[in-house]
């Protein structure tokens, strides 16, 4: 084979491209040049430990590892071992503490009753038939419709509004496909069979996928600006945004963004929990993350906070959120034309394919892409 045939060009670094990356570079031989924008590899799933207190610091906000995918799972085990660490996620609102998703605990503590699962549901279904909504033209009906009145209230509109930065009734219904209540004390987030953070963090976890002779790891290397200076290649793989590579000739996608204010503190826990929701909308960030929860292994004398505020980016902000009303999908449809016009271009991860994904799923699907491109 020769050497255009044998070099595969990836950009972007988290877990899409590295899976891509590692799967070239092991499992098909090939050179890789991987160009990421950031000064390091990892993506928005990066974490690193802060020199000053030794915690571990999620840098884009909390990522728990969770999956049933085994296959996925069987992978990332290749790279690291994970603790164990089970999330729960807990909500603030006007005082009192309940945990989330909404089950049997949230209900009782709110109503002030000690109802069985039985008489929950069918106070659940009863205040969710009262509003009488078959059709819902808004995100507010749909969740009314779905839990009614007192728990959409309580834990969903002002929490939503602030993380979407709209009035709910002004959000499409589609945002919210489910809002699942559980009639159990489990108050594990997750349901997924594994779960866990890397016990050396996702730093160490990335170096690992990209430590092979045939990868070169370009730091603090944007496409736009390298990509006349690219070897010749067989495949170019792309994570960064779509409408970005086209130059955003048909418009921009939505988005919506967060940021983070950060604090270390001289107590050794501040709010007990990794995650702490804000349901009240006079509070004006949506979240505390207190990254040393995620580690309950590892003892620190102090803390790092993070308090999480949503914004809608502008051009030179990092996107977060995907928020695909229907003109962002008709947008998304005319670059995919084009896209899938590109001879030995790859669009892929929650960028190029404008979704969230987790990152399981971001895993699986660059696994799932590698198989196919590799035999072309
Ligand atoms: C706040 C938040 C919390 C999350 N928490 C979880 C969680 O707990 N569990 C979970 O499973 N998932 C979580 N996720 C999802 C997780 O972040 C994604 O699954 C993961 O980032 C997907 O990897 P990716 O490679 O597709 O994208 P990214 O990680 O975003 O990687 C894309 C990379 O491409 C680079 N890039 C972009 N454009 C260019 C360019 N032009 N040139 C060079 N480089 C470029 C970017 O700098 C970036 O490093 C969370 C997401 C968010 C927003």
């Known amino acids: 084979m020769d050497a255009k045939n044998k070099t595969v060009v990836i950009v972007g670094a988290g877990f899409y491209g590295a899976v891509m990356a590692e799967r070239f570079a092991n499992a098909a031989g090939c050179r890789v040049v991987l160009l990421e924008k950031r000064g390091h590899i990892g993506g928005n799933s990066w974490s690193c430990a802060d020199p000053e207190t030794g915690i571990e610091e999620h840098v884009y906000g909390p990522h728990i590892f969770h999956t049933s995918d085994e296959r996925v799972w069987e992978y990332i085990n290749r790279f690291t071992a ?117 016990v050396e963090g996702y730093g160490r976890l990335f170096g690992r996928m ?86 309950p292994e590892r003892r620190f004398d102090r803390t790092v906070v993070y308090r999480e505020f949503s914004f809608s980016p502008s051009e030179a902000d990092d996107v977060y959120y995907p928020i695909r009303t229907p003109e962002d999908q008709a947008l998304l449809a005319k670059y995919e034309a084009e896209a899938a016009a590109l001879p030995k271009v790859h669009f892929g991860g929650r960028l190029g394919s404008y979704a969230y994904l987790d990152m399981d799923q971001a895993i699986a699907a660059a696994l799932t892409a590698f198989d196919q491109l590799a035999g072309d």
Not at 126 to 135: C, N, P, Q, S, V
């Open 82 to 198: 994970f603790n164990g660490y089970r999330h729960t996620v807990w909500a603030a609102r006007q005082g009192k503490v309940y945990p989330l998703p909404f089950g049997l605990a949230a209900i009782n503590l709110l109503m002030g009753k000690r109802w069985s699962p039985q008489e929950a549901e069918a106070w659940v279904l009863e205040e969710a038939a009262k509003e009488g909504i078959h059709t819902p033209q808004n995100l507010e009906e749909k969740a009314l419709s779905l839990i009614g009145r007192p728990l959409y209230e309580a834990f969903v509109k002002e929490y939503t509004e602030k993380h979407w930065g709209r009035k709910a009734t002004e959000l499409p219904a589609y945002i919210i496909s489910r809002l699942p209540v559980r009639y159990t004390y489990n108050v594990g987030y997750y349901k997924d069979v594994w779960q866990g953070i890397p």
């Open 210 to 295: 990209l430590e092979h002779p045939n990868i070169e790891v370009r730091l603090e290397a944007d496409y736009a600006e390298h990509r006349d200076t690219l070897p010749e290649h067989r495949w170019l793989i792309y994570t960064g945004a779509i409408d970005q590579f086209f130059g955003f000739r048909h418009g921009r996608l939505g988005w919506r963004s967060v940021r983070f204010d950060r604090q270390v503190l001289d107590v050794p826990d501040y709010q007990g929990t990794a995650v702490l929701n804000e349901c009240d909308g006079a509070v004006a960030y949506t979240r505390t993350h207190e990254f040393k929860h995620f580690t």
